[in-house]
């Protein structure tokens, strides 16, 4: 059985590194990244995701070098492949402007009803696992509902809700939703917007009472903000000191990282060291970052040398 499975999307990017550099079809969207995010601290994590019948060479190759268990990606040969760009302003949030000026790489067939639509059947060995961590905007799914069975189980669900903070078009869907999930992850501009606050204890103290058990709030270069209902301690975990090349998927790991620590541990602080740490693995490296052999050992190191800085808010 499959300890940990991630559900979120493929999307093949072009991507704009933060020194101007422009690499193109690269492996994106939340799934892999996710998983890589989880990947980091165990061997034995599932990818459930879709894929049209364009998927480059490149692409490919990276899903490989993650050392995660692909039986659950459905290939539609009927559909194609999510595309889009990748560009990041001063605080490693999406530039909107800057992607329209490079709309020439932007070839986004987003065709994402018609993937939905098309419901995935989990393998068997993906039926009964540890946790289940799903990244996406959409809480009507048929996903949202296998995770919702599996939980019933005993299982942890874990969710990264990608809420339109321009527009809130999902904001009370997503909203409603959370009593349903154990472990809730969303990032700053969606947390706060929807707390109604920049302070984030009181962004925290929102999302706390919204019903999950465990709550982390992504900030980029700010860090990370993290509660757990057993503790009810908050905790701001700073980043990792390292060479920033990437942001792209940084707060996709993150999650898959804290969904591993919690599961583990049960403690919001150490589950949101694990995700920093799984975060600063996807910074230092253009596209998404390999599984190597010497990970795991590297990211205890981190973690041990991380948990000192972790304070209280």
């Not at 559900?7 to 799934?31: A, E, F, M, S, V």
């Not at 560009?87 to 992607?99: A, G, I, Q, T």
């Not at 321009?166 to 947390?191: C, G, M, Y």
């Not at 000191?241 to 998927?249: E, I, L, S």
Request: proline share 4%; glycine share 8%.
């Amino acid at each position: 059985m499959i300890d940990y499975v991630i559900y979120g999307k493929i999307i093949i990017d072009n991507i704009g590194l933060l020194d101007g550099t422009i690499i193109r079809d690269q492996l994106g969207g939340g799934g892999p990244q996710g998983a890589f995010g989880a990947r980091v601290w165990s061997d034995s994590v599932g990818l459930v995701t879709r894929v049209g019948n364009t998927f480059p060479e490149t692409a490919r190759n990276s899903l490989n070098r993650l050392r995660i268990n692909t039986d659950g990606l459905a290939v539609y040969p009927d559909l194609e492949t999510l595309y889009g760009i990748m560009m990041y302003d001063e605080n490693d949030y999406l530039n909107v402007k800057d992607r329209d000026t490079y709309a020439e790489l932007n070839k986004l067939h987003f065709n994402l009803e018609q993937l939905l639509e098309r419901n995935i059947v989990l393998p068997e060995s993906y039926r009964n696992p540890k946790a289940i961590h799903l990244i996406t905007e959409f809480t009507s799914e048929d996903m949202v509902r296998q995770a919702l069975e599996i939980k019933k189980k005993g299982s942890v669900f874990s969710l990264e809700p990608l809420i339109d903070y321009r527009e809130w078009k999902n904001k009370d869907e997503i909203t409603e939703f959370l009593h349903q999930v154990d472990v809730v992850s969303p990032d700053w501009p969606s947390a706060s917007g929807l707390a109604g606050s920049s302070d984030p204890k009181e962004v925290l103290t929102w999302w706390s009472k919204k019903g999950a058990a465990c709550v982390s709030v992504r900030n980029g270069r700010q860090g990370s903000y993290v509660w757990d209902r057993d503790h009810d301690t908050m905790w701001h975990v700073p980043i990792i000191d390292a060479p920033r090349v990437d942001p792209t998927g940084c707060g996709n790991s993150y999650a898959g990282g804290f969904c591993v620590g919690w599961e583990k541990h049960r403690d919001a602080k150490i589950a949101g060291a694990m995700g920093t740490v799984s975060a600063t693995f996807m910074i230092e490296t253009p596209g998404i970052a390999a599984v190597e052999d010497s990970t795991q050992a590297e990211a205890t190191r981190y973690l041990d040398a991380l948990m000192d800085t972790i304070r209280e808010l």
